[in-house]
Structure formats: C-alpha cells, structure tokens
C-alpha cells in the first residue's frame, strides 16, 4: 500500500508530517497564534487578546480513515468503505486546523477562532508554515477557563489590597511574603455570578516561614475574609472582613519533604527495586503511533483533558485490525464539597472545564512517577499572552507486570499452565491548586482495557473556632478541619466496536440479574439468569449503576458475529461508584446535570464533547451539555455510540489524608465479551522459571543502556 | 528482654524451635496421626482410621501474649496485662496440641482428636517427640472434607462399572482411559442427601486424545447419566442413562498450552521483563515472623483456610508496636451456580469445608507464578491414610513496586514531592477441580492492608442438546455451555485494634451519608454529613454493602484517641460485592446462612472459626454456623471483635474465558481511619530519579546472587 502512494502520488508536508490526529506542534500553535492575532481590527484589540487554548481541530472520521488506509500506520485500506470495483486513492489529506479560544481583556468577551495551516515549499523539510483564518465567532454569555497568570497577578492583586493588609495584621500577619492568595471559580450561584463580569473568590493561606518554599501552606486556611476579584481589571470588587477566625496554629505535622527538611525522620530500610528490560521494551512506537501486544491506539493530548487514545484496534489473527474505540478521555470532573458554610459551598471545582486538566500536567522523572522502560511524550501549549510552552515528559508509556494472568492446574497430574500479565500503562499527572490526578488507561493482553484515576494531593481545608466541630467534615488537626466531598470522573468513550471510523452500526445493550421464579422448573429455588435490554434512545439510555444485579452494559456489532452466533461486544464493567449527596436542588447541578447518572449514551455528533458544555463556569447554560443534548432522544438501535461513564467516590477525611492523601485508586473497565471466539490471552508464551534461568543471569550483567534501568 | 529469658529460666524444646502459632511441623504431623491411631481399640478400627485433617490448635490469646512480650519476637512484655508492681515472667509456655478429624472407613464416623506433645530430651536437638490424647469425641450427623485420594478411587469405581461403560459406548466412547470422572460432594437438597452414607455425585468429562495428559478434558462434559457413589464402601448405589445428550463436537480452541502443543501460535513479542533487589529485600523473615516496613506479623497455613495471617501489628514511633489484628484468613467460599437443570443446581461448592483451600494449594515456581526476590515457606500435611506430605513453596512472600504512593506539585514553585509505592504481598494459589483461586494479603507503607482474591481456571461447562439454547447462561463453543454463577467469599478477621491480645475494647462503627434537609443552614442545596452508628449487638451487625451512601464500617478501639481526641479506628471498605441472586428459600442457602449479608461481627469466641459449620457437606446444621451464632445477640459495645466480611461476584460466562478463564480479582481495603495522627507514608523517602543514578548502573552488573532474579 505504502509503496502505491510513493508513486507520484501528491502529498503535502501535513501528510508525511503529522497524522491528522497528532496533537499541534510548537510551530502550528505559534503559527495559528499570530494568524489569529493578526487578524485584530486594532492594535489595542491585538494587545488585549489572551489565549486561552489552541487545540487540533480533529477532522471527521472518514479523514482519519483515509490516513489510516494510506499515509499513516497501520496502512489499513480496509478501513475505507469500498468503492464500486476497488477503492479509490486518495491523493492528499486536508489541510490540519487549529481551533483557539480567545479572551478579551478589553472587551471581556471570548471568541472562537479557526485557522487552517497552509503550505510553503512542501518540498524542502521545516519550509515555514502560514495559517489562514477559516471562522471566528464571539460566543455571548460564557467565561473560558482561568489561567495560571491570572491566578498569580490575582494573589499580588489581593496581597496589595490595603484593606486585606488590615485583614491580616488583625490576625497577626505582616508579612505578605507569607499569604498565598488561591483564586477559585466562582462557579454559578446566583445572577450575580453571571458572566458578564470575569470573577474570582480566593481562598486565603499563611505560611508560617517566609524562607521555605515547601512548607505546606495549605495547613493554615485564613478564614472570615470575603474577596471577590473581577480578573478582567484585576481589581477587588468586593471586600469584607466578615468574622474574625483565629489562625490555627502552626501544624508540625503539616510538611511532606524529606526527613529533617520535613522535621522527621525517613524510613532507611526500603531496599532498592529495579526493573530491567534488557532486551527493551515490548511495544513500538512511531510518532504518536502505538502497537504492543496486538494493541494499536494513537497517542493525543488536549489542554483540557490532557491525553487522549485515538484509533484502539486490536490484531486478531486473520480478521486483522478490529476497532474497539474511536476515542477515550476524561472530559469533565467536578469536586462538590458537603459544607453548607462560606466558603465551602462554593467548592464544586471543574477541573477540565474551569482550569484544563492537560494545561496543568506534570512533568514526569524517570524512577520517581514512573519505572521502568519509559517513553515519553511531550505536549506543547500556548500562554496566557500566546506564547509556546512545552510540557516535557508529560505523557508516560510503559509496560508493567502485572501478576498472574491465568493458571490452571490439573488435579489429576499435578501439571500447571501458568501465564504472567503484562500491561501496557498511558498516563498523565495534573495538579488543580491543592489537589493531584493521574489519568491511566491500562491495556491487557486478554483484551481489556481498564481506566483509573488515582488521587493524591492536599486535601483542601478550612479552620475552625476553638473549640468548634463540624458535622460537615473531620477535624484533622487542632483547629484544622477537612470537609467532607466527592469527586466524579466523566470518561467520553467514543466506541468503535467493530466499526469502520464513522460507521454506525454499534448499539448498547444493559444487562441485569432477574432471580427465576419458584416452581417446578425451579424446584431448588437456585435459579437466576441474564437479561438483556437494548438500550433504544438517548432518554432510556440515562442509567445507574446496580451491583446487586450485576448491571453491566454492552456495546455491540448490529452485523458481526462471534463463532456462536452471538454480535461480537465489548461491556463496560463499573468499579466501585456512587452518586451526587448533595439535594436534587443544589445550585452547582444545574452545571452538573451529567452527574445525576451513571451512564449516558448519545450518537456521535461532532460538536458533542464536553458533558457540562465548553464553558461550564459562571453559568448555567441550560442549553448545553449532555443533560440536554440527550432530550432530543435519538435512536440508539443502530448507531455511531458514544458512551459517558460518570463515576466517582466519597471523601470522608482521614487524619491520614494528611498532610499529603495516599492514592486512592478509582475506574472502570472496558471487557470484551464475544469479540473473540475464545481467550485472547492463550497465546501468551510461558516464562521459563527461576531454575532454567540460572545462567541467563549473564543477561543481567552485561551493561545495561541508559534507559533501560531505573531505580526504586 | 531476651537476656533475661535466658537467665535460668527453663524452656521447654517446643517455644524455642516452634512458636505457638507456626503450623504444625511434619514431625508434629506423624507424631500426632501415630498417637491417635495407638488409640484404636482394635486393629481392624485403626486400619479403617482416614486423617481428614491435622492441625494446630491454636491457643488461648494469653499465650500468644506470652509468647510474644517473651520467648519470641517482638519480645514485647507490654503485650501482657500489668500484675501489681512488675510484670510476671512466666517460667514455660504450655504446650503445643494438635487437633485431628478422623473418619472410620468402617464405621463411617468422624472423631475429633486433640494430641498433647510431649518432650523427650529436652536439651538435645532432634529429640523425640511424643503425644499424648488429650480427648476424642464422636461428631454425630457430619460428613468431613472429601480427599483427593477418594476422587481417584470414586474415578476408578466409575469408569469400572459396566452400565457406566454402556452408557458411554452409547455416546461412541470406548476407551475409559480418555474419560474423567471428578466426584462432587452432593450438598444438601434432601434428606437423601444425609449423612448417614458419604455421598458423592460425580460429573463426567470425556477427552479426545489418549495420550495427551495436558488435553482440556472440561471441554466435553458427558450429560445424561445419573450416578451416585457411596464413599464409604466405594461403590455405586445409583445409577441411570436418563437422557442421551451426544458429546458436543471436539472445540479446536479448548487447549491451553504453549504454541503447537495448542495448535496456535504464541506471541513472540513479549521481552524479559526482570526485577532485580541488588541489596535484598526490604522484608526480614524469622522462622514464621515476617518483619517489613513498620508492619510485622505471623505466618499460618491450615489445611482447611490455606494461609493464616496471625498479630498484624505496626510499629509507630514511640508508640511502639500498635496491634490492628490478631487473626486474617479465607474461613469459607461457596460458588452456587444458577441453572435449575441437572446437574447444575447441585453446584454450589463450599470449597473450604467440603474440599480445603489449603489442602489443594499449588507448590509455585519462581519467575512463574511470582516475580522478584521470594521468600517460600512450606506447608505439610497428614495425607487421607495418614502419612505427611509437604507442599514446597507454598506460600509467597515478595515486595512489590505498586506505582504512585504519593505526589504533590506546587503550583507557584513548580517543585515537586513524590513517593513510589511498595506493598508485601503474601499469597498462595489453590485448584479445586476446575477453578483456581489466589488468595492475597498485600501491605502498603501508608497503613492499608488489602485482601485480594484472584479468580481463574476453567469453567465447570455442561453439554447442550443440537440447537438448544439456555437462558441460564453462555453457549461458549458449538454445544458447549456455561451456566451463570457467583463466587463468594468469607473472610474472618479476629481484629484487635490497638488491643492487647485478648482484650475485648473494639467496637464497629457504621458509617453512612446523610444527606442534609434543605433550609436556612443549607440554602445552597449542598450539603451532606457523615452519620456514625455503633452497632451495639450481633443482631444489629448484620449489614449489606450500600456504596450510595458510601457506607463502611470503622473498628474503634473504645479508649484510645489520636491527636484530635478521636478513637482509633480502622475501617473495612469494601470493594465491588453482590449477594445470592438465589430464590431466598433456596435449598443451598440452609447450609450458607452466612451468604445473606456482606457484613457480620461477631465478639471473638474460640469455637466460632467456619460460618457454615466446620462440616458443611450433607447437612444444614442449622444450629452451628454464623447464622446461628449471632442469634444469641451478643453485646458488641466493647468487644474483642471478629469481623466477617462476605464478598462476591457474579460471573456470567464470556466466550474471552474459555479456555482458561483471564484472571478476575475481588476484594477488599482496611484502611487506618483515624489511627495515626498523619499518614504513615510521608517518611518513605523519595527516589532518586533517573539521571542521578546512571553511574549506579554498575550494581547491575555485578554478579546477580542466586534468587535475587526472576525472569518474565
Ligand atoms: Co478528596
Ligand atoms: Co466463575
């Protein structure tokens, strides 16, 4: 195939550059940047101009097809609907886009802009690139999410502001070296957090030295001042020093550093573990491109949700690629806190959509975040003022055993069959102000593909009166106080099974336990069976988790069918889950309507991505996101299926969660069921053991390339 | 401490070789099986004497106290209760009994046998040793454990009785050699049923290939034939051909080993992934002691629970070793299946009691079933006529790398703090016929203890008629099907939360949400609260999972506060669970009460060790068992508290488990709730990162010791 697009076959640089899925490059971004500013009526319009994101326009599906079949990895013609006869060649991809979102620190008003990269000399490498503006348009009535900037210039703001100075030496604080000014969302509570003015309601720390930057200031929340900002003019609108809350004291418990940094002492006696590939690792990787264990999926990342797995097929024997999934990624999160009290109330952070969980993505150290064999994906973004910035090491790939994954030994002989598992681990971390999150997709080799959340982080706390408990939290340390909240996670998995890239022939189906009936087929009384149920619609497809009959749902192939006849699947089995406590009334649920199930299912639409809409902070935008996408109720029965698993948990603070919470881990998982006729993990080769490798062990004492080692 | 036992205080052999924990020894095995079977009154009575099961009775908790403060580690004296003045040092420990289950092939009774061990030669090593019987009862109306000497012998008597081989000529086999005959125990459905005769109900398989040991024989289940063995005298006492089901077609896909051998190809794909320990690891291991990162405890194995896990403690600070358990272990597990149809409905397994989870343990092969440095430990057992034989290596200990312990990354400095996970995972594997089960204790370095159940093996399949499909479960090959089922599991834990051994000052906590009613304190709608409620008595502790308001259940030491005035307290937090999805008058549920709810407490009582009775098979015994017990409603205000916690899953058929099913895991967390006054986990010390240790690579290259490898 690839051999049949070399011969003269035009293709322009996009092409044999960048896979139309490949997140943008530095260049593209700082080209999309100076196309959008450039295209400003005025200087002062040029000058007031922040953006906010640019991100890849992704194309539609018959685009991706089309690469897939001929420019890109895995070379796949089959992908294309056929033609009359045989499938035509296309002689070029479109042209890539790039889609910015723009803020007006003049005008207060947000736009959204689409560039299309044009091409000079395609023929000599690093030819330099032109954008050409495809659309603007200004959207009324929202607020795009805040940046770090903002969030520093709003601490110097509130830190100037002679009043809070007053504020603070009433509590004993001079020094402003000490205060850390936390900008929070306002979210929407009322009119008065309407969108037509920019805000920001802080919450206010104390340090207790000015010298040391690790001393976890989060340990003594300032409570009883009232800040509003307005972040377009960065200025306080609002200022009240309302209640007159001690500062708790200095907690010794409160830092996380090392041993005497921390006021501790260390553990000595954790020996070092190493893990060793010396022969590298098992996977391929070819730009974003991935193939491992019959897996192949591409590798993106987005501001706002940070990575994304494009294109998840699966090499089953002769039937070659099978598609699993178009596109998985965490699209939304919110974190609703359960304290009635300013300014708890106002604690319902979404993480994606009011900060970008991508924008605040770590950058990753061999043999700390990640051990092993590691590769590592860059991701570049723009700034506030619209300069590149790079996240280095900011996705992790690599590969982990994963203990047994299946034995059996015969009784009669004694002669076991025994497999290991390995897996292949995708992840980012992101920090929203107090809190941690690592994203991990984990692909096994019997077909699965589990997603986990992992949360870590400062829990984020108020301070109580002396002598004061609350019923809304725990108290975790003399006059500290946690309150209590949840997290919920949306995954947006755009689902494939089977399917070419856009073809609508997947539908779900819920599965639940009935008990049988007694009677004379039942005499027993010990049957129970599977029912399954097609979920029809969009309004019948809003459904709740329910372990107790074994709820799980299904989407499968309305035309393909495994070796018993049954239409091949993969089900989407929950994890541990839960539901909003706060009342079916509460305010931040009009931006959260995606919360009050545990699954939705919708037929693909293009511009269908973000559950709680684009823009969910500072209002409510009724008309937007899945709650209300899902009112058109679209047929299900035969369809491109996306599905939106919501899933969270229940923090109850533990003295414990202090001062850094261990990770709590948190998922789901996506299993075939019927979409091979038999286990795929059979083929897995044996391991010799211990003794057969006695001698081997001049592996290990070869020298070992950089890369391959890291160390525990 | 230690020195002080030393100065003229006599011990006898048996506390300073064996502590009053650790499992028999197979000396101890012989010693006791020839001490009861001198007991027979007649030659023809001890001939007819089969050994069930040999064990330790474990002693009252003083002793364990005793033992402990000092004769062994941790040589702790402040395990014991203060006398007035100083404490006493006892001069011996009693001791060591053994508790054996006899059955008469004769007379078809069980007895229960306890041996004393006496001493000879104190002072000289290998001494002999000698029992004593200290009592012997007749156990009325009971059916011990089945023995796998017995399957073979039901086998031959099967495959030797001519109607047998009619019936299979009918269904063209002729050669016995390819059939299986794998004995069921019969439960209780009737009093047929009864345990007057020792009943099994064999199901039979048929393989294709004669000389072919590792064939998948599960894969042509013979159906139609009635067949009931009497045990005792080793003879059939029923037997029909009711119905001619053919053999279902030979599956192409039904075998499991490598490459070839299968008739497949195996991946070629998969490098060695090696984990190396250059300094050993981090765990110290004396005799059945295990001592790592601030956790110690002991090591058990019984025939009937396989792996014991006695006097989990955690050593913090000046604190010193805090107690949080005294005994963990698998008590009993029960797989009903649910097809009202012969035979299925007679499925419904307790593998514990009718069979011995530790009994059917695998011996585990390095690099095979276990990856890095491995500590094994042995366990021996008396065999069905008597004699001792070991399992080599069959328990595992080892350190693994568990990823992200935790991580936090501020956001105005950028600098990072982040610790890598390691957790000691003890674990061992069991097959009872078909299926396999790995049971896992895993600590972690921030407090948490996770019990882990691993499930795989093949499916217990039954033959379809041509065309025929069943709604009871999955058609997995042509004629081949595998009925719905639900695996439960019981584990008990003999908790002692900051408890002295023996001291009875734990309570149960239930935690729930509440959510707060709307109204001037909660005008935002947002509010929730943690509501606890001590369960006061057995009656009240019967309790279910209710992950909506995310309920679990904390053990609090009832005297006992951390630094803000909270009583200690660890909590269960369960993981995904389920309940019999059984008619509630189903004929298994008489024999496992315990299966109706997730949770039972129970205050500690010596005998109370197997929710369905310590004899299951063929017999409801509804006045023994944990359904019974709490009937008596004990007082659990303060209480030396056991925990019973049953967990499940229902497992609908996949064609992806056939042939052997893909590991599945199931559990549970304790989890530290307010224990510690911060997390235990912030003095692991951070890892150096990758670029720091590229000169460290020459550790590797030294010469790798024998056991400090494993290869994948
Ligand atoms: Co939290
Ligand atoms: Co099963």
Known sequence: TSSAVAKGVSMPWKTRTSHPLDPLSATEIKVAVATVRAAGATPEERDSMRFIEVVLVEPEKHVIAMADAYFFPPFQPSLLPRVKGRPVIPSKLPPRQARLIVYSKKSNETSIWVVEFLEIHATTRGGHHRGKVISSKVIPDVQPPMDAVEYAECEAVVKDYPPFREAMKRRGIEDMDLVMVD???????????????????????????????????????????????????MVLIEFEDK??????????????????????????????????????????????????????????????????????????GSRGHRSVAQRLSFVEMVVPYGDPNEPHYRKNAFDAGEDGLGKNAHSLKKGCDCLGYIKYFDSHFTNFTGGVETIENCVCLHEEDHGMLWKHQDWRTGLAEVRRSRRLTVSFICTVANYEYGFYWHFYQDGK?????????????????????????????????????????????????????????????ELNIKVEEPGKDNVHNNAFYAEEKVLKSELQAMRDCSPLTARHWIVRNTRTVNRTGQLTGYKLVPGSNCLPLAGPEAKFLRRAAFLKHNLWVTPYAHNEMFPGGEFPNQNPRAGEGLGSWVKQNRSLEEAD????????????????????????????MLMPHGFFNCSPAVDVPPNTHESDIKETNGVVAKPVQNGLIAKL
């Open 641 to 668: 299926v996306v599905l939106w698993y919501v899933f969270g948990l229940t923090h109850i603070p533990r003295l414990e969660d202090w001062p850094v919470m261990p990770v709590e881990h948190l998922g789901f």
């Open 243 to 316: 209640k007159f809350v001690p500062l708790p004291p200095a907690d010794p418990l409160r830092n996380y550093t090392p041993g005497e940094t921390r006021g501790g002492v260390d553990r000595s006696d954790v020996k070092p573990l190493l893990i060793i590939q010396p022969e590298g690792p098992s996977f391929r990787v070819k730009g974003h491109y991935v193939e491992w264990q019959k897996w192949s999926f591409r590798i993106g990342f987005t501001p706002r949700e940070g990575l994304v797995i494009h294109s998840v097929a699966y090499v089953d």
């Open 449 to 509: 593909i589990e997603a986990e959340v992992r949360l870590t982080g400062i829990l984020s706390v108020g301070a109580l009166l002396p002598g004061e408990v609350r019923k809304y939290g725990t108290t975790i340390a003399p006059g500290l106080y946690a309150p209590v909240h949840q997290h919920f996670f949306v995954a947006r998995m755009d689902m494939a099974v089977d399917c070419k890239p856009g073809e609508a022939l997947n539908q779900v189906v």
């Open 183 to 233: 900008a929070w969302c306002v979210g929407y509570h009322s009119e008065a957090d309407a969108p037509r003015r920019r805000l920001a309601k802080p919450l206010i720390f104390c340090r207790t030295e000015s010298d040391c930057p690790m001393e976890n200031g989060y340990a003594r929340p300032v409570e009883g001042i009232h800040v509003l900002v307005d972040m377009q003019n």
